[in-house]
């Protein structure tokens, strides 16, 4: 692990010993003796104002500074969240754009050189630069509800750096990471099209330069895509109520929530779409990993395809047939509670109860002017809800994150790097987690995962235990 950060001393790693939230009064403690200026002003404040305020943050922010500690003691839940969403977001794309294209020691480690992302002696150095700007955004960014949001949307809806030759393209990453920041506070159907479309996913998930079935060389479409933005973005394996519990059959059995004829057909929409200015169809490493992805019609299906028992007619266009295929993805009674669920896991509770799940699923389902889908409202949902305060019937415990728990003492400490960039390398080697660097498209954790119990079993879900030796 780099040693450019230090805190007071104290080396960083220290935190990976720390496993869960501290608890608020001792936080509180130690954020107000961070700095005496603040320290003086909070005296007065009480102890249940500072715990609170110090909770929120846990649950909206990368952790409370001193600063951010004293801000939200003087102000409601509601009025908090309220400035955080009006705040304009802090973009990742330019910032590693630029580092990418100047010398800089601090990432690259050459001096005097400039940063090519094609050289073959520093194949990684846009991917050192979008790691550098994601935790200098992490650290100072004064967004930082929309940051974290960003953050959760991420684990859902996985883009990895450990896939080639995405660890080239770190500034593509970048790009990707901004679609998530520019609809946090958005709609989830139009984050839906920005995702599919998007060239860091299209080559994640092989959607990009898939074509068309040719029966004469024996080859089919693709439908890794098909598969993962239906069980992992939007609807799931199994059909579910509104409080995120699974349907059973007569029998007792689950039941599914498509079928492998829907996974055929949607992989047959997902033809033809390959990267701007991409030299040859299909390949991956030229065209542009900023702009999204365009139509290559001869490489796309348009004969009839049924999905979900919908008729999607011959000879439709491309992006009308891929618009109405996420349609009816979006509009799947699935897909409220199967989302919400995971953003309270990412944001406040590990385990969250059927009745919290049902009543942020309603807001996603209708805002209370009609919008299904809005994320801003889903977002504060989730965060103003009892539950989120810690009720007694159902309190907001989660295991943090590894990173989670980085980057929240870096804040507590106001910790700023010797060198000019924030980067440090290894993340992912030194806590098992990093940003955008899962091992698979199911996030750092198995969903459902149940220390020591069977699946079946009615205990606790953590799932952030399960990477946990």
Request: net charge neutral; aromatic share 10%.
């Amino acid at each position: 692990m780099s040693k450019s950060l230090f805190v007071n001393g104290i080396s960083c790693a220290l935190l990976a010993y720390l496993n869960l939230t501290p608890a608020f009064a001792s936080t509180s403690t130690a954020l107000t003796q961070a700095n005496s200026n603040t320290a003086q002003l909070a005296m007065n404040v009480p102890p249940s104002v500072t715990n609170a305020a110090a909770q929120l943050l846990y649950q909206g922010s990368f952790g409370p500074t001193p600063e951010t500690l004293f801000s939200a003691q003087q102000v409601t839940r509601q009025e908090w969240v309220n400035t955080q969403m009006k705040l304009p977001p802090s973009w990742h794309y330019p910032l590693t754009a630029q580092y990418c294209g100047v010398s800089n020691t601090a990432i690259v480690n050459t001096p005097n050189k400039a940063v090519d992302n094609t050289k073959k002696d520093n194949p990684r150095a846009c991917l050192r630069a979008q790691e550098s700007v994601w935790l200098e955004h992490a650290l100072t960014a004064k967004d930082q509800l929309r940051q974290r949001v960003a953050f959760a949307l991420s684990q859902i809806l996985v883009v990895s750096s450990e896939e080639p030759p995405l660890p080239r393209y770190g500034d593509g990453l970048a790009w990707y990471y901004d679609i998530l920041l520019k609809h946090s506070f958005g709609n989830y159907r139009d984050l839906l099209q920005d995702v599919t479309l998007s060239p860091a996913m299209g080559v994640y998930l092989s959607m990009q330069g898939n074509r068309k079935t040719n029966l004469k060389k024996n080859t089919f479409p693709d439908e890794n895509y098909a598969r993962e933005v239906m069980q992992l973005f939007s609807i799931g394996l199994y059909q579910l109520d509104m409080s995120g519990q699974a349907i059973l059959d007569t029998q007792g059995h689950k039941i599914p929530s498509y079928q492998q004829a829907d996974v055929e057909n949607l992989a047959r929409v997902f033809t033809g779409w390959d990267l701007v200015e991409n030299k040859r169809y299909g390949h991956s490493r030229s065209g542009r990993y900023d702009k999204f992805m365009a139509l290559t019609p001869k490489q796309h299906d348009y004969t009839a395809k049924t999905l979900f028992d919908q008729p999607i007619a011959a000879g439709m266009k491309a992006d009308k047939e891929l618009s109405l295929s996420l349609d009816l993805l979006f509009n799947h009674p699935n897909v409220g509670p199967f989302i919400s669920r995971q953003l309270i896991q990412r944001l406040v509770s590990s385990n969250p109860s059927p009745e919290y799940i049902k009543r942020v699923a309603t807001v996603f389902n209708d805002n209370g002017d009609g919008e299904r889908g809005d994320l801003g409202a889903v977002v504060q949902a989730i965060l103003l809800d009892d539950d989120a305060q810690g009720s007694t019937t159902s309190p907001a415990f989660k295991l943090k994150e590894p990173l989670l728990n980085y980057i929240g003492f870096l804040r507590a400490f106001s910790a700023t790097p010797k060198t000019e960039h924030y980067h440090l390398r290894q993340l992912n080697g030194t806590f098992g987690q990093g940003p955008m660097s899962e091992d698979s498209v199911i996030n750092f954790y198995q969903p459902d995962f149940k220390p020591n119990v069977a699946p079946d079993d009615n205990s606790n879900y953590l799932v952030e235990n399960s990477g946990v030796d």
